[in-house]
């Protein structure tokens, strides 16, 4: 009898101790499933960037801000943050490819992109089909947060380009007095988005579009096209808001059609790189560039911009490293609210507890500014400058 009683209590202290040093399993409720982190892996996080090609210097300072945000962050609930980086080409088939080898892998629990609105497209489609969630940096077209198109999984921290548009209309109208205007678009989402924003408020506050363009992306001659435009005006101006090929052909050769001498030249931050002031050469001075405000003037940014010098040998190279530092850390932040952490450091991150923690993220002090979601993924706190070429550099001329 003394041996059973012995046993018994032998039992019970053996479950108290392995519960005392195990705790209770961690279950998963999550609707539409979770990720689980072992004590001793990381927390795998990827991005989808244009990191080769002639955009690359837009991809990878985004993808710079994402490896900096996690050298700042260090471990998240005891675990490393590990990233994934992928190309989205800046293409549909980029955004595409990348976007299903990242649902492919159930360890990723979020993804910071796309680069490129055209392979945004695709890409929330697929992250938000397959239970994923992605914010992007510099994705702006408004397609991507329209009530009727908006994919579950999409957030972004840059602005909508129904912003963009507006603010570089103003400012054309008003403070440069443009009255008659062109407009060119690639097809791209971003692209032709941008330019028909801009067109609709130009003629809004009184503006003539008097010609509205689309150009291919690949084009390696655009004389046509201008000259279909000059014919048409002429304008005063024509505004490109496509990316750096293209940018910088229709700029050099811009100077060479009969009609356009001494109109004004304007792209978006498609363009706003070293690589195209070199590529385009001379023919970029005096022309204007719209595009996000970096004139954040705050501690972090300070710090951030001192480690980019340090870590890459060089200033930025694009309008958006700031936007994917701050998309890095809402991802984060997130993830800290949401995941349930077992006794012995395992994770458990619910998919839609995650995505529902983004859209709620309110108030949270980015580099960018104060940034809120609305219920369709609009998170920025918008802010657009323009500026002017001068001396072979980029130069703040408005607010």
Not at 256 to 278: H, K, M, N, R
Request: proline content about 5%.
């Amino acid at each position: 009898m003394k041996r059973i009683i012995f046993l018994v209590l032998f039992s019970i202290l053996m479950l108290m101790v392995l519960a005392a040093c195990g705790g209770q399993a961690l279950e998963c409720t999550d609707a539409i499933g979770c990720v689980e982190v072992a004590p001793d892996e990381p927390i795998l996080i990827a991005s989808s960037l244009v990191i080769s090609g002639p955009n690359a210097p837009l991809g990878l300072d985004s993808q710079y801000g994402v490896e900096i945000a996690i050298d700042f962050r260090g471990d998240v609930l005891g675990h490393k943050v590990e990233l994934q980086p992928e190309d989205d080409g800046c293409s549909a088939e980029g955004g595409q490819a990348s976007a299903q080898k990242v649902v492919s892998n159930p360890q990723i629990v979020a993804l910071v992109g796309t680069s490129c609105s055209g392979a945004g497209v695709p890409a929330s489609k697929i992250i938000s089909d397959a239970g994923y969630v992605m914010v992007s940096p510099s994705n702006t077209a408004p397609s991507l947060t329209d009530a009727e198109l908006h994919e579950a999984g999409y957030l972004r921290t840059a602005h909508n380009d129904k912003i963009q548009g507006a603010a570089m209309a103003n400012y054309v109208y008003n403070d440069l007095g443009i009255r008659k205007a062109a407009a060119v678009h690639d097809g791209d989402p971003y692209t032709e988005g941008l330019a028909s924003v801009f067109s609709e408020s130009f003629q809004e506050l009184g503006g003539e579009i008097v010609a509205f363009e689309a150009i291919s992306a690949d084009a390696t001659d655009v004389i046509a096209p201008l000259t279909t435009i000059a014919a048409a005006g002429p304008p005063e101006l024509i505004y490109y808001p496509v990316f750096i090929p293209l940018g910088s052909l229709i700029t050099k050769q811009a100077q060479e059609v009969d009609g356009l001498d001494g109109v004004i030249l304007a792209a978006a931050d498609g363009v706003q790189s070293p690589d195209f002031l070199t590529a385009s050469g001379d023919a970029a001075e005096g022309m204007y560039v719209s595009g996000p405000d970096l004139g954040f003037g705050n501690e972090i940014y300070d710090k951030f911009l001192g480690a980019y010098k340090e870590k890459y040998g060089t200033d930025p190279t694009a309008p958006f490293h700031a936007h994917a530092f701050d998309a890095t850390n809402m991802v984060l932040d997130a993830i800290e609210k949401v995941a349930q952490v077992g006794d012995d450091g395992t994770l458990l991150i619910g998919r839609q507890a995650l995505r529902d923690a983004l859209f709620a993220t309110s108030g949270m002090s980015g580099i960018t500014g104060t940034l809120t979601c609305d219920e369709y993924g609009d998170c920025a706190d918008a802010k657009i400058a323009v500026s002017q070429v001068q001396g072979g550099a980029f130069v703040p001329v408005w607010p």
